[in-house]
């Protein structure tokens, strides 16, 4: 079974580099040298960003099990994680608003940097505070970078399309290539040089610094329209009115937390979905491989950003329909494979299967991100999108949370078909949010034919 692990890295990335080399005029965009200077600084930025974030990701657990900690203390610091994330988000999403974006993103790099600090020391209660820093930073990381990004692009008279191509290219890289070079190297810290579990965090923290000193001397600072003048509770009112009076806002956000609330789940749920004896599998392959399925994700993305049609709105709803059934793998293999009982061992048949679907999900996943976020780009308001981008994330915290505090309480094909059925919720308020962004294309229409009886239907 070994070689089933590298049959699929090595098919997906075949897949991969032939989607990148084949790229033709239709799929590539046309910009100009000064979008291009700006694009590859935020990418830049961006990625030593999503390094300092990515080397922690898989020592966490590790790292305060080695200190002695079970697993009933470990689930309530990540509780504490993203509970702060949930309390905290809301307002540093509006102080980025008033204060500035590039302040906020300068705020995540200190605050990140302190919470890597913290893990030199065993002390729970300090432990405790660094997951709090830990949350706080998480919601400027998903908030602050991309609020700033849509404000300078416009404030630089680029085209509206091109912030696509940025998407695709930040999630590309962001979120698979520095992923899975991030966990080589800190394997390569902690296994090979035998430094330690605090080794990965003192390498993001020296990311993050490195990326700050960049966003000094380079970015400019860009604020919420109007934001300056406004309090606090004035900007939540401003929010909160905004999801409320506009259901394209509401309904982009209730999609957002149903797909990531599911995401989250995954990947507390994938390790003992593929090993549910205690079967031997590499685990740091296997995030790779996801991570690569990933970047084909993304890949798909910027070919379907790159053209006038399918819209985002139409071709998400297949990609959350796909992402659904992938879900469901666990549940159909369970009825449809007899489970063995041998303990330890390779992968099972059945975890073969599921492998499979877990990477066509993560494939989901890299077509997701730039996808909303090209969709947020157009719906959120300008003068308080990390307000609202924060409040998002609020029933996304909330879910996360209760699912972490019980976790053992259901089977896991249980928390599998939830998350199924999430995706697929998901996938109808897709299409209503593509029916209503619809109709002002169909009224504008409407009132050309009454002028002129030969006009023809305005595209997609």
Known sequence: MELFYFVVFGALGAVVATLELSKTSKDRINTSPAFNSFKNNY????????AGDWLQGPYVYY?????????????????AGFGSSMLFGT???????????????????ITYILSCITKHSPEYKVLMIGRVLGGIATSLLFSAFESWLVAEHNKRGFE????????????FLGNGLIAILSGLFGNLLVGSLSLGPVAPFDAAA??????MAIILSSWT????YASENKDLLTQFRGAAVAIASDEKIALLGAIQSLFEGSMYTFVFLWTPALSPNDEEIPH???????MLASMLGSSLASRLMARSSPRVESYMQIVFVISSVSLMLPIITNFLVAPSKVKGGSI??????????????????GIFWPSIMKMRSQYIPEEARSTIMNFFRIPLNIFVCIVLYNVNAFPITVMFGMCSIFLFVASILQRRLMAISDKPKMESWTAMKERDPEAEPLNN
């Not at 307002?91 to 790099?109: E, F, M, N």
């Not at 020296?206 to 990326?211: D, E, Q, R, S, V």
């Open 221 to 224: 600072e860009n604020y919420g």
């Open 91 to 109: 307002i540093v999403g509006s102080l980025a608003d008033k204060q500035g974006r590039r302040r906020a993103c300068v705020t995540y790099c």
């Open 284 to 290: 740091g392959f296997i995030f790779a491989t996801f």
């Open 63 to 79: 790292l305060y099990s080695t200190y002695g900690f079970g697993k009933g203390e470990i689930g309530q610091l990540f509780i």
């Open 348 to 365: 099972s048949f059945a975890g073969c299967l599921q492998l499979l679907g877990f990477c066509t999900f993560e494939a989901c996943v």
């Open 43 to 50: 990418l830049l930025v961006y990625s030593l960003m999503m």
């Open 206 to 211: 020296c990311f993050l610094a490195i990326g």
């Open 160 to 171: 509206q399309q091109w912030l696509s191509l940025t998407f695709s290219k930040a999630i």
